[in-house]
Nanobody
């Protein structure tokens, strides 16, 4: 069973930055798609960003220009750099992974991902 662990959440003021990390049990990210999702109180799970095994990335409109997804193949870790944070970004952020070695672009749908982390809390407040 692939283990997915997020870290890096916390409390930040509006306009601030955080970098979330996603560790995937030491497997090579050349074989996996990574997705980031979030869920705020009273709301459903919302897609945020994803990156394919080949490095292709996709962002939801709400975070374009502010968030950047990346990966470190040597360390088998993916990242979500979050800048210019807004109160609306407050949520539990989840990392998810799925085996997909041949796809150029990632799929930002929760139903696509098999392995999920337990989430890390991001709170944006003054």
């Amino acid at each position: 069973q692939l283990q997915v662990v997020e870290s890096g959440g916390g409390l930040v003021q509006p306009g601030g930055s955080l970098r979330l990390s996603c560790s995937t049990s030491g497997v090579t990210l050349d074989l996996y798609h990574i997705g980031w999702f979030r869920q705020a109180p009273g709301k459903g799970r919302e897609p945020v960003s994803c990156i394919s095994s080949k490095g292709g990335a996709y962002y939801e409109d709400s975070v374009k220009g502010r968030f950047t997804i990346s990966k470190d193949n040597d360390k088998t870790t993916a990242y979500l750099q979050m800048n210019s944070l807004k109160s609306e970004d407050s949520a539990v952020y989840y990392c998810a992974a799925n085996f997909a070695p041949f796809e150029d672009m990632c799929i930002l749908s929760g139903n696509y991902y098999r392995y999920w982390g337990e989430g890390t809390q991001v709170t944006v407040s003054s």
